[in-house]
């Protein structure tokens, strides 16, 4: 086997190394449905993120004892992959800086991510941020948190392309029954489901505007959920239109029924993935130099997009090849 370095290291030098993140993001608003998540999580294996809702999630008047719950179930020992995160109160709620206190102290050193819903501009996020690394400071926390932003209103689309380059962005989701909402009627309720959500020229801006702005800055796109709870056709589909038209690597998902098909769907193709372990493989031995295989010149640009592809593929939960396996998964 080679000894030859490794893609992480030679084909991103001096670029932000673009997230890793797992295909799905499972909304849970109520504890018992956060275990539930948990359980199936520790069946599958991080192929899903969880997201402990504090926003829609607490009751009026619980806010902080709905918040001190969440930073519990982050810090148990049945998340045992790390791959838990929460969404706060948006900016213009009393309690989102208790949310971030509470959340930061009681489960920092654990939580994967924070969300931020609603915000309305690149200087909501920017205040939200602040205060999220205020409140790491005072908890004592090394690192500081990634964060998912929600872009569900008429400012932060305006300002996406802004909000995507803050620093510490990791994430951008499209909220679209609440930007639906935000248009007064002028959008019909049809373009909440498919296949208006898909058609819509306001909803198509909405979506390629932030695909593009997300991925431009080396940020995950992420897509708004389906309202299928059951069929499971239907929600691949979704999140096959989300991935192939509108570039969106990561979707949300609101009941356990649609995680299964939702990451079958953001799956690479398999004959791409093998082709991808053996240009890589060749490409290693090669010391990153220009190979040629299959009759076809390869060299960086194309190593960077099949190395992509073989993370995209492991984050999915795909076997992968043994060589590809041993030579860049190893520990």
Known sequence: MSHAPHPRDVLFAGEKPFP???AVDHYAGSEKLMLKALALQNELGPVFDITCDCEDGARAGAEAEHARMVAGVVDSAENRHGRV???????????WQADLDI??????KRLAFITLPKVRSAADTAAQIAALRRAEQAAGLARPLPVHVLIE??????????????DGVESLDFGLMDFVSGHHGAIPGSA????????HPLIVRAKTEIAAAALANGVVPSHNVTTELKDVDTIRRDAERARREFGYLRMWSIHPNQIRPIVEAMQPDFSEVEEAAAILAAAQDAHWGPIQHGGRLHDRASYRYYWELLERARQTGMALPADASRRFFAG
């Open 20 to 22: 890793a993140l797992p």
């Open 153 to 166: 209103t008429h400012g932060a689309l305006r300002e996406v392309w802004a909000i995507a380059a803050l």
């Open 103 to 108: 959340l930061v102290r009681g489960a920092g």
């Open 85 to 95: 995160g929460a969404r706060i109160h948006d900016i213009t709620h009393p309690h």
């Open 192 to 199: 909440m489901k498919s296949p208006g959500q898909f058609e």
